[in-house]
């Protein structure tokens, strides 16, 4: 889900590992010139999804890395499968009120609608979650800090 903090823990991880960090989100950016909520308003969420494929399906070809998805991407089938396929992947859950509260403070989610971000929050993770729990690993980020979080994945990675 969008804002659990999968750029941060996965930078963390990866300096743990001792493996390259990347941000898929931060390539599309970079690759685009401009924000993902400027490329959804500009070029609309298909021109985004199929963008987000093609860069992470190039991505994943590659071995020893911490990738961070964008919180939509994992529900591609191209995308998940590969993952799937190949990969270790983690959801990070976070309880909902405490996303609410972050989404409150910044406005770059182009999903979210800041007058009716509850409801919007909600029907987003209602749409989501049993997609994300196809994952290899659900770690719940409430009460734990950032090496915490760190800490149980390497555990559940190593095992």
């Not at 199929?50 to 998805?69: P, Y």
Request: charged share 35%; glycine share 6%; aromatic share 8%.
């Amino acid at each position: 889900m969008m804002g659990v903090g999968k750029s941060t823990i996965g930078r963390l991880l990866a300096k743990r590992l001792k493996v390259k960090f990347i941000d898929v989100d931060k390539v599309i950016e970079r690759n685009e010139k401009k924000s993902i909520k400027r490329i959804f308003k500009e070029n609309g969420e298909v021109y985004f999804r199929k963008l987000e494929e093609k860069i992470t399906s190039k991505i994943l070809k590659s071995n020893k890395k911490v990738i961070a998805l964008g919180g939509g991407a994992f529900m591609n089938n191209e995308i998940r499968e590969k993952i799937l396929k190949s990969c270790i992947s983690f959801w990070l859950k976070v309880d909902l009120n405490k996303l609410i509260k972050r989404y409150k403070k910044n406005n770059r989610r182009p999903l979210l609608n800041q007058k009716n971000l509850e409801t919007d929050v909600k029907k987003i993770y209602q749409m989501r979650k049993k997609i994300y729990g196809l994952a290899n690993f659900k770690i719940n980020c409430d009460n734990m800090n950032k090496s915490q979080i760190v800490e149980k994945i390497l555990l559940s990675y190593e095992n």
